[in-house]
């Protein structure tokens, strides 16, 4: 089987009506996603979004990062500055986010540019997280071919030993980054594919405007 055509949901848990999203699209967004996170079922994260990058060349990547925090209105995430990612926001900060929420029958799509947070909110973050994850993002060449699994479980634990119980240092070539949102789409499902689009666009004194969009 390789069709799936009749693989198909109607939607109608809720609708999306100008009177009700807020006029600012963080606002909005910080409202969904209380939403996604206090009904999402227990496998599912609501935090987890795609992040589709640039190359030189005009080639496009995406893969899944989860969100971590939303200051200022900047949406922050966290990898390895050397993986393919960061390379890429390296060569071309233009990027976007999507998230989906199939529980919600929701879609945000945010798009923009991105720039590494500083230092200090790396290594805030780099602590609070716990001590495992410390150590593979330390001895993990991100993105790089390697030998084999063994090969990364022995680095994890010649770096514990090294550390002998110490505190794992922040890698240098790890930390976040934060998207500035120029665009923001919200998507609400609706019965016959009538679904609700609200686009906000900031504009270039920094305000937002709003449009509705045909589904
Ligand atoms: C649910 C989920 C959450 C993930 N969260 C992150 C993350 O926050 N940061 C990260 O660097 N990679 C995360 N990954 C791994 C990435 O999808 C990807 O494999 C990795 O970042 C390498 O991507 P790149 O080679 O394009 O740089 C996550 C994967 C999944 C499935």
Redesign the pocket.
Known sequence: MDKFYDLRRDYSRHGLDESEIATDPIVAFRQWLKTAIDEAPEWF?PT?MSLA?VDDNGGV?A????L?SLENGEFR????YD????Q?LADNPAAALIFYWPYLERQVRVEGTVERTSRQVSQEYFASRPRGSQIGASISQ??QVIASRQELERLAAELEAKLAGGEVPCPENWGGYLLRPKRIEFWQGRESRLHDRILFERDADGTWSRCRLAP
């Open positions: 994260e987890a990058t990547s893969r899944i990062v989860l971590k995430f966290f990898s390895s993986s393919r990612k960061g890429q991100q993105s």
